[in-house]
Each structure stands twice: as structure tokens, then as C-alpha cells.
């Protein structure tokens, strides 16, 4: 992993939030040979992340925007928001698609209901709580089909 001050951002996936699904997805965009930068508040976090995790690492609280700046997020190709914090997503999403017009833009989503916020500003979104239930759904589905 390299330091905040060696940040060269071009074209990079960032990165917002490096709890497990955000170490996840670094490490493994990383391991497939992306360029990534990921935000966290906490640098405690950052331990999450494979240790083969080749891209960049920055401590800040992600809905100030002179972190974002300092990430060179108007460089990159995508902007992907996955903290535990619906609001923050929202922010940062918006952020990044209205003032620094970044097109590929994809947010975690905690609370269902909040996802009319995000069709508004035409930003994706990830809602674990659906997709998990999807996911049971169809498992519940197979097993009562097989028995
Ligand atoms: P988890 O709860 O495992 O999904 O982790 C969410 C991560 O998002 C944690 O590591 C938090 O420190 C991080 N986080 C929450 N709010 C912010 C923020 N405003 N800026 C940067 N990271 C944040």
C-alpha cells in the first residue's frame, strides 16, 4: 500500500469507507490490477485490507470536501461510497456527480427506503439488506423445490 503523498490519481476507483465491504472491494479491484484509493476516517480500518492490497490509503472524514480534493477525486473513474453512514453516501454521491461530474458513481444504501434520494440524482445504488434478502429468498425457494 503507498502513502497519502504519493497519490497520482489517474483514472482511479475511489473508494469511501474501508469497512468490510469496502476492504473487499479494494482488495479485490486491486488483486485484478485497478488503481485504487480508499477513504477512511478511522486508520484503524485500513488493517481490513488484503495484505496484497496495491493501491493507495487515505485517512479523512470523507464528507469534507478537501479530503476528496486531496484524493484528486476530479480525476477519477468511478467513486464508489460504502460507509455505514447513509447520509454520508448520499453526500459524497451527490458530490461526486454534481460538482465534480464523476459519471460512474455507486452507493451503499442501509435504509431501503432512502433509495428515492438517489433515483432523484440518478446515482446507483448497493442495498445489502435487499440483496440478502433476495438471496435467502431464492435459497428458500430451491430448498422447498428440491424437498
Ligand atoms: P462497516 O460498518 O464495516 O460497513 O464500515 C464502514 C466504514 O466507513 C468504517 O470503517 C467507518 O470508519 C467508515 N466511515 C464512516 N463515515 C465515514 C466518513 N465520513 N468518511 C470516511 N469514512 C467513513
Not at 11 to 23: E, F, S
Not at 33 to 57: C, E, H, M, Q, W
Not at 116 to 137: G, M, N, Q
Request: aromatic share 4%.
Amino acid at each position: 500500500m503507498k502513502l497519502f503523498s504519493s497519490i497520482k490519481n489517474e483514472g482511479c476507483t475511489i473508494i469511501i469507507g474501508c469497512g468490510r465491504l469496502g476492504a473487499n472491494l479494494a482488495s479485490t479491484l486491486s488483486d485484478s490490477g485497478g488503481s485504487t484509493i480508499i477513504i477512511d476516517k478511522n486508520p484503524d480500518a485500513f488493517r481490513k485490507l488484503s495484505p496484497s492490497y496495491g493501491g493507495i490509503v487515505l485517512t479523512g472524514d470523507a464528507t469534507e470536501m478537501s479530503v476528496l480534493e486531496s484524493a484528486e477525486i476530479e480525476k477519477a473513474a468511478a467513486v464508489i461510497s460504502v460507509t455505514n453512514n447513509d447520509n454520508t453516501n448520499i453526500m459524497v454521491a451527490q458530490l461526486a456527480k454534481e460538482m465534480y461530474n464523476i459519471e460512474r458513481v455507486i452507493a451503499r444504501l442501509l435504509d431501503p427506503e432512502c433509495e428515492y434520494v438517489y433515483r432523484e440524482f440518478d446515482i446507483d445504488t448497493i442495498c445489502p439488506a435487499v440483496l440478502s434478502a433476495k438471496e435467502i429468498d431464492k435459497l428458500l425457494g430451491v430448498s422447498v423445490a428440491e424437498v
